[in-house]
């Protein structure tokens, strides 16, 4: 049931007010070292912003056939197709800015304004928002979102002058957003610069440090659930983490899914992680790490790899923060298996060559971790306000409750 707007708003169909359509995905043959630059999916960060660098490129006379595509500033892109039906939708970007000639893979659904009486930026806050988040979820078919049916999507219009008014108030917060993720960028960054002050390029193991095997320094290495696990989900229960909640030394609790207690300690105990274990990903973003806090202790994973090491020998921290170094990560995704889908294999994860550095390093490591955490979570719970304001707003401005 539609919500009642305010007089002088509407609802309408997206496709009345947009044009919507694929990128297109050149075939290896097709891509260069240089010439016309291509988007693809990872060169863009989670909260869509660029992240300043393309490395696929093609001809002139792919551009030529092709350039009805390009990307035009006001585009919205959406993540129109992924390996696991989780994943699509769950990226959007606004385009600004941007060179006329550079031409966005399939992966990617273009949402571009048709009409003056739609603002670009109102559009992309709209398709951004929780509300329709929800709707756009519902809408993928398999592992796919389709234009033919993002047309069909109803959305609230108002006059193109509240429209801007509304668009002003979030822009705002919009500003905050990006300042607080490029401030969260440059922690990050300072972890691994600690990282590779102390320890060196673990690559090259420039300390000349022994090399072990991951499955030598560890007690456990396995998978998690990997049949059916949408089969075993509840509406409550235990806490099962994917892919989707994984990030570089940082858990995303924001997208759960649960199964029961009783499988979780019978059928699908094998898979249960610890307090301190890594969980790595297989599946989307291979290689990206975390540690698994205290107060996830007992839960499950699905289609990550756990690895439990042996404190003995190489720390937590020290291993997941290797696993995450840039070129550990180039070195893990040169070794992904599969054309389709891209996985991280059990089998490579086992055989990874770590550097050990003597204990009393790694536990001087684990101190500058801890201070660097503190500030991180002072950081996530500013990021926290600032996404909750966002929403609140969004919401109230979409369905006319403030004024404007």
């Not at 995905?25 to 990872?42: A, C, F, M, Y």
């Not at 607080?180 to 960028?185: F, S």
């Not at 404190?311 to 893990?332: D, G, P, Q, T």
Request: proline share 4%; hydrophobic share 35%.
């Amino acid at each position: 049931m539609k919500r009642e707007l305010p007089r002088g708003w509407e609802w309408k169909k997206l496709g009345n007010y947009c044009k919507i359509f694929n990128g297109k995905t050149p075939s290896k043959d097709e891509q260069r070292t240089d010439g016309h630059p291509v988007l693809k999916i990872k060169d863009m960060d989670e909260n869509g912003y660029f992240l300043g660098k393309f490395d696929s490129f093609v001809d002139d006379v792919f551009y030529e056939k092709n350039k009805v595509k390009c990307l035009k500033n006001g585009d919205t892109l959406i993540l129109n197709a992924a390996h696991t039906s989780e994943y699509v939708g769950s990226k959007k970007c606004f385009i600004s800015d941007f060179q006329e000639n550079v031409i966005p893979t399939g992966e990617w659904l273009i949402v571009r304004s048709s009409s003056e009486s739609l603002d670009n930026h109102y559009k992309h806050f709209l398709l951004s928002s929780s509300l329709f988040k929800l709707k756009i979820k519902k809408m993928v078919k398999g592992i796919h979102l389709y234009p033919k049916d993002m047309k069909l999507l109803d959305f609230p219009i108002p006059p193109l002058g509240a429209q801007r008014k509304i668009v002003a108030i979030l822009g705002k917060v919009e500003t905050t957003k990006k300042i607080r993720a490029q401030t969260d960028k440059l922690t990050n960054q300072l972890l691994q610069n600690v990282f590779l002050e102390m320890f060196g390029d673990p690559i090259k193991n420039e300390k000349n440090w022994s090399l072990l095997k991951l499955i030598n320094v560890s007690k456990l290495v396995t998978v998690g659930i990997v049949v059916k696990p949408a089969s075993y989900y509840v509406s409550e229960g235990v806490p099962a983490l994917r892919g989707t909640n994984i990030r570089k030394n940082e858990l995303k609790l924001d997208d759960l899914v649960y199964i029961s207690e009783e499988n979780n300690k019978a059928k699908l105990s094998k898979s249960i992680i610890r307090e301190r274990d890594i969980l790595i990903v297989r599946t989307g973003y291979p290689g990206t790490a975390c540690i698994v806090p205290k107060e996830l202790d007992g839960a499950n994973c699905i289609d990550l790899i756990i690895v439990r090491p042996d404190e003995n020998i190489i720390r937590s921290e020290y291993l997941c923060n290797f696993i995450n170094y840039e070129r550990v990560l180039k070195k893990i995704l040169s070794s992904q298996t599969g054309s389709a889908q891209k996985h991280f294999n059990i089998g490579v994860a086992k055989k990874l060559m770590i550097p050990i550095p003597p204990i009393e390093i790694q536990n001087r490591f684990i101190s500058i971790v801890k201070n660097i955490e503190t500030m991180r979570r002072n950081q996530m719970q500013s990021k926290q306000q600032i996404v909750d304001c966002f929403n609140v707003l969004m919401q109230k401005a979409f369905t006319g409750e403030f004024v404007v």
